[in-house]
């Protein structure tokens, strides 16, 4: 089977499992939007839970698996399945060690981790109590969902991708049993938001305990002899360490965005998470997908010191990445409003969050093309075991991030932070009525930081292994953008059409967004058919193949 047909097929199989995960989670949103709208209790848990999510990122999904995946694989290629195996088990160990006294920390350290990323919540003693006492139950997790990180890596090594991609149904599934349990008994609002918390826990034990009777039937027997420290440990920290920064540059601009966030008006984090989470699902079932998918191929290339093999692969997993992310940016930008409503605005969640949410989505949606393309070009730095490059690059979008973030959320006046920005509103008068202000502004500046990361690891790349296939990318990208534009104007007139502006029910929404989804992903794919698009023309073929060996 050649790369290409392994990236493929993988993704399909990873972004399968994501869709359904990505469709229970927003259920999971719209349950919290219901029951705790974009207030107290819902800046509290999501800024609870935003820790220890941060933390999977920054040490499971994001740096862990990455800086795994690439040593396993020269052991798998060079030293056999048994040693391996055994490097796998002595990681298991090891791990979980270090990962009991990271909860530990974490549970005791809980006021001071909160007062750091959401000072803000200081002026109100309770919001502040609240949220450390709820990080202080989610913050366990962390010990789970590495573990589950750890299992992923292998199994995606040995080229079992359904069981990690699967996991996240599970936490959705224990969130929205835990929070509906706790209103059977109890209709106060704390009660259910603890239920809430605890549901996380739960979660996180029943993502592990899938990944175990996959990892017995790979032959991986956890329980046999293995050094508490191998060899192989030292070089995945060494990948693994600066790959926290390099890797996790999206994170951290979450982590500063909750901060400033935290210093607006209440509900400023509640409307970029709902936003944000809308913009994870494209993400999710695509971007990490592919990531996920091409991150064995590039290292299989990488071991065998395979450049050209290695560069094709990468340009075909940038390019099928684009070609299915660039719609995307258009659709979430057309439609943001109907889709906030008809996922969010019910009993707590009313019109004013969903314009704000809306407000919020526009500007995150602008950067997700460089998101989901730095989810293509990290790894490949990594399967080539370069963890120095990513994290240089890393440390300046964050600091572009901050920067811009404290720039364009506009005035602020809260405790001992004081910003008028007087500087730039004397430099432009009327700066404001332009550029917009808020938490809007803050996810505005996610989105042109992540721009600029982008930018700077393909050139980057680009000086490590050569020229990357640029011109083909390039026409590819145009051709995406033509067809998404034009895809673009036939979903506004089907959803001006079909959306009244206002008083609309739950039931027009739905039709709406359905029929202009579906019209859509129709012109979509047929206006890429027709210029020939590379992408659609080999997914097509794959397909086909699939349909005559059945």
């Known amino acids: 089977m050649s790369e290409k047909s392994r990236v493929t097929k993988a993704a399909g199989v990873v972004g399968s499992a994501t869709f359904i995960s990505r469709i229970l989670g927003y259920v999971r949103d719209m349950v919290v939007a219901a029951f705790f709208g974009a207030g107290f209790c819902s800046d509290a848990f999501i800024t609870a839970f935003r820790i220890p999510n941060l933390l999977r990122r920054f040490f499971a999904e994001g740096t862990l698996t990455i800086a795994f995946v690439p040593v396993f694989t020269g052991y798998l290629s060079n030293k056999g399945k048994e040693e391996a195996f055994i490097l796998a088990r002595s990681a298991i160990r090891f791990l979980s060690v270090l990962l009991v006294f990271c909860a530990i920390l974490g549970v005791v350290f809980s006021p001071l981790i909160v007062k750091v990323i959401a000072y803000g919540f200081t002026d109100s003693p309770e919001k502040y109590s609240l949220t450390v006492f709820l990080a202080r139950i989610t913050f366990p997790y962390v010990f789970f969902i590495c573990l589950v990180a750890l299992c992923m890596g292998i199994l995606n090594a040995l080229g079992h991708f359904a069981a990690p991609a699967f996991a996240p149904v599970l936490l959705n599934l224990a969130m929205i049993g835990t929070v509906y349990g706790v209103s059977l008994f109890s209709s106060d609002q704390i009660h259910r938001v603890v239920g809430l918390s605890v549901g996380v826990l739960i979660g996180g034990v029943l993502q592990l305990c899938l990944q175990i009777p996959f990892l017995i039937k790979s032959g991986l ?50 409307y ?52 299915i992310i660039i719609p995307s940016v258009f659709g979430l930008i057309i439609l943001r409003d109907p889709i906030v409503a008809l996922l969010y605005q019910r009993h707590a969640f009313d019109a004013y969050a969903t314009e704000m949410t809306a407000h919020a989505l526009l500007y995150f949606s602008i950067g997700l093309w460089a998101v989901a393309g730095v989810r293509i070009i990290v790894p490949t730095f990594y399967a080539l075991q370069d963890a120095r490059t990513p994290v240089r690059i890393a440390v300046v979008s964050i600091f572009a991030n901050i920067v811009l973030g404290v720039v364009l959320m506009g005035p602020v006046e809260r405790g001992w932070f004081v910003f008028e920005n007087n500087l730039i509103q004397n430099a432009a008068t009327g700066l404001y009525g332009i550029i917009p202000i808020g938490h809007g502004g803050l996810a505005l500046a996610t989105s042109l930081s992540s721009i600029l990361h982008f930018f700077l690891l393909f050139y980057a790349l680009r000086i490590k292994i050569g020229p990357l ?6 026409v590819s990208v145009c051709k995406s953008v033509l067809c998404s534009a034009v895809m673009g104007i036939s979903v506004w007139a089907v959803a001006n059409y079909m959306i009244p502006p206002e008083g609309r029910t739950s039931f027009e929404l739905l039709i709406g967004v359905s029929t202009s989804l579906i019209v859509g992903v129709a012109v979509y794919g047929l206006l890429a058919y027709m210029v020939k698009s590379s992408e659609v023309e080999y997914i097509l073929s794959i397909v086909g193949k699939a349909g005559l060996r059945k």
């Open 221 to 270: 027997y956890f329980w046999k002899k293995a050094p508490f420290f191998h060899p192989g440990l030292k070089k995945i920290g060494f990948l693994m360490l600066p790959a926290v920064v390099g890797s996790g540059v999206y994170q951290f601009n979450s982590i500063a965005m909750t901060l400033l966030a935290s210093l607006l008006a209440e509900g400023s984090i509640s």
């Open 272 to 323: 970029l998470y709902f936003s944000e989470r809308l913009v994870q699902f494209p993400l999710g079932i695509f971007a990490i997908a592919i990531g996920t998918a091409v991150l064995p191929s590039l290292s299989r290339q990488a071991a065998a010191r395979d450049l050209d093999d290695l560069k094709e692969t990468f340009a075909y997993a940038l390019k099928l990445v684009f070609f």
């Open 469 to 474: 296939g640029l011109r083909t990318i390039i």
